[in-house]
């Protein structure tokens, strides 16, 4: 067992290095959005590209078990989308992801977002050449997800966590989260966001501006060379 998960690791890892060599030679940010089913990551993308629209160009790799629900939700936006079923399997992987760019051809200084299978363990073991991996909790979710998960957490650059607006209903805990998500990744950084009322959001853009503007300039740096 040990031996065939290192050939699927390896194999996918040879094809996240095609992927991040094809973003870094156009200057597209690639994002992971990873989650538990259910935390928002639909409606966060949806009010990220209606705030984005008119100021840079996004295009979205949908993955589901099932379905084409969300990838039709995104296009409604006006943004490129496609959909990667995966069937039985419980995350997307670097092979998929690298079909999904020759379909959508993301234009160059582009933000790809990736919005992986619902899933907490699976995705956390396979690299499809984002820049970022963001993991999203919502506070539906209790604050001892990061203890049950600590390999998302701990790959993962980025927290958001979702559905803030919900907190005066919820007997839940925000900051106990974050100190839960610390003790496995220090490093992390954590915003609180709600796709409904836009708290957060701003943030959230900014980090994406500036993880763009260092895509971008990676970009002219090699045009210049």
């Known amino acids: 067992m040990v031996k065939i998960e290192q050939d699927l690791l390896a194999k996918n890892d040879a094809f996240a290095v095609k992927n ?44 589901d078990q099932q379905t084409s629900i969300d990838a039709e939700r995104i296009r409604k936006t006006g943004a490129p989308a496609i959909q990667i079923n995966t069937g039985n399997g419980c995350h997307l992987d670097a092979h998929m992801v690298g079909h ?33 991996r963001v993991v999203l909790v919502s506070v539906t979710e209790g604050e001892d997800k990061p203890l049950k998960y600590p390999g998302m957490i701990r790959s993962s650059g980025l927290m958001l966590i979702t559905k803030v607006d919900l907190l005066p209903h919820l007997d839940f805990d925000a900051d106990a989260l974050a100190a839960n998500a610390r003790k496995i990744n220090p490093g ?15 943030a959230w853009l900014g980090f994406i501006r500036a993880a763009r503007s260092l895509a971008l300039t990676g970009l002219e740096s090699r045009v210049t060379v």
């Not at 999904?100 to 699976?122: D, R, T, W, Y």
Request: contains cysteine; negative net charge; aromatic residues 4%.
């Open 20 to 63: 991040r060599a094809r973003f870094a030679e156009a200057g597209v940010l690639a994002l992971n959005l990873v989650s538990s089913p259910g935390s928002g990551k639909t409606s966060l993308l949806i009010e990220t590209i209606n705030r984005l629209k008119g100021e840079l160009p996004v295009a979205v790799i949908e993955g």
């Open 100 to 132: 999904g760019i020759e379909h959508l051809k993301p234009s160059a200084g582009s933000v790809l977002f990736m919005e992986n299978v619902g899933n907490l363990v699976c995705p956390a073991l396979f690299d499809l050449g984002e820049e970022h």
């Open 188 to 202: 992390i950084k954590i915003l609180k966001v709600s796709a409904r009322t836009g708290e957060g959001m701003d």
